[in-house]
């Protein structure tokens, strides 16, 4: 018998491999736990790891504390993905441009696509700053497996 | 590396074609070892690279870039890379981050090396 998790919270150390693993490992033990199609574990998973490692290369290089979190949870018909991290102040859905998804393999350049990803698979993603931590919220109806 | 994912990598040959297949996740923390590894196999070959994604449960931008660069590197030589044997939900990466415009993708490994 699968026990609901209807919310599950972890921190996530500042270090990109442990992290990552992490990550992974959460967000498959609550998609199972909730049903979750294995297409919607991988969205999750996927933007939550673009956003988890541009913090963790990015985000923290100047902060005065290394701090990340991440919340799952199931509010009505959504599922809920939140990431806290006390980095430097960063929107990420405004500061970074979108990438040109037509050039060609000399003309495109080399990165740019993480929070692209994000924002396709999860649309009108919503980021706040509060008390020195920046707030990312991904929102989706819940997909199960049938 | 010692908590972290680990990406293993086996290569065969086929003629000129290098087949380079993966195995894991291919994220920001396996990244680098990827990049090495197949930049290395294009420094050491002289045909296509075939990359083999039968046994790849994952895929993130940082993984997309090293192909990319893959890419780079093997154009800039007339020679290049073929992709083959990916899981929809990997394809499907593929497809929304517009590398399967400018990346060959086939079905099977075969089809991929008779492209290549």
């Given at each position: 018998?699968?026990?609901?998790?209807?919310?599950?919270?972890?921190?996530?150390?500042?270090?990109?491999s442990s992290a990552l693993k992490?990550?992974?490992?959460?967000?498959?033990?609550?998609?199972?736990?909730?049903?979750l199609s294995e297409a919607q574990?991988?969205?999750?998973?996927?933007?939550?790891?673009?956003?988890?490692?541009?913090?963790?290369?990015?985000?923290?290089?100047?902060?005065?504390?290394?701090?990340?979190?991440?919340?799952?949870?199931?509010?009505?018909?959504?599922?809920?993905?939140?990431?806290?991290?006390?980095?430097?102040?960063?929107?990420?859905?405004?500061?970074?441009?979108?990438?040109?998804?037509?050039?060609?393999?000399?003309?495109?350049?080399?990165?740019?696509?993480?929070?692209?990803?994000?924002?396709?698979?999860?649309?009108?993603?919503?980021?706040?700053?509060?008390?020195?931590?920046?707030?990312?919220?991904l929102r989706a109806p819940v997909?199960?497996?049938? | 590396?010692?908590?972290?994912?680990?990406?293993?990598?086996?290569?065969?040959?086929?003629?000129?074609?290098?087949?380079?297949?993966?195995?894991?996740?291919?994220?920001?923390?396996?990244?680098?070892?990827?990049?090495?590894?197949?930049?290395?196999?294009?420094?050491?070959?002289?045909?296509?690279?075939?990359?083999?994604?039968?046994?790849?449960?994952?895929?993130?931008?940082?993984?997309?870039?090293?192909?990319?660069?893959?890419?780079?590197?093997?154009?800039?030589?007339?020679?290049?890379?073929?992709?083959?044997?990916?899981?929809?939900?990997?394809?499907?990466?593929?497809?929304?981050?517009?590398?399967?415009?400018?990346?060959?993708?086939?079905?099977?490994?075969?089809?991929?090396?008779?492209?290549?």
């Open positions: 018998m699968k026990t609901a998790l209807p919310r599950l919270s972890l921190v996530l150390e500042p270090e990109l992490d990550l992974a490992e959460a967000v498959a033990r609550f998609g199972e736990a909730n049903g574990i991988h969205n999750l998973s996927l933007a939550l790891d673009e956003l988890a490692t541009n913090t963790i290369s990015y985000g923290f290089a100047d902060a005065d504390r290394q701090e990340l979190r991440v919340e799952l949870r199931i509010e009505a018909d959504q599922v809920v993905a939140q990431l806290d991290d006390s980095g430097i102040a960063f929107n990420p859905f405004e500061e970074v441009s979108e990438p040109d998804l037509h050039a060609s393999i000399d003309d495109r350049p080399i990165g740019g696509l993480g929070v692209f990803l994000t924002r396709t698979l999860f649309p009108n993603p919503d980021y706040q700053r509060i008390d020195g931590y920046n707030r990312i919220t997909k199960g497996d049938s | 590396m010692a908590t972290g994912s680990v990406l293993d990598l086996t290569t065969e040959t086929e003629g000129d074609t290098t087949v380079v297949i993966p195995a894991g996740r291919i994220d920001g923390s396996t990244a680098s070892p990827f990049q090495e590894s197949l930049l290395k196999l294009i420094e050491g070959g002289k045909g296509s690279l075939v990359v083999d994604f039968e046994n790849i449960e994952y895929i993130s931008s940082a993984g997309l870039r090293v192909l990319l660069l893959a890419a780079k590197q093997l154009q800039a030589g007339g020679r290049k890379i073929v992709l083959c044997a990916m899981r929809d939900h990997i394809a499907e990466v593929f497809k929304i981050s517009g590398f399967s415009e400018i990346l060959a993708i086939h079905p099977t490994r075969q089809d991929a090396i008779d492209a290549g």
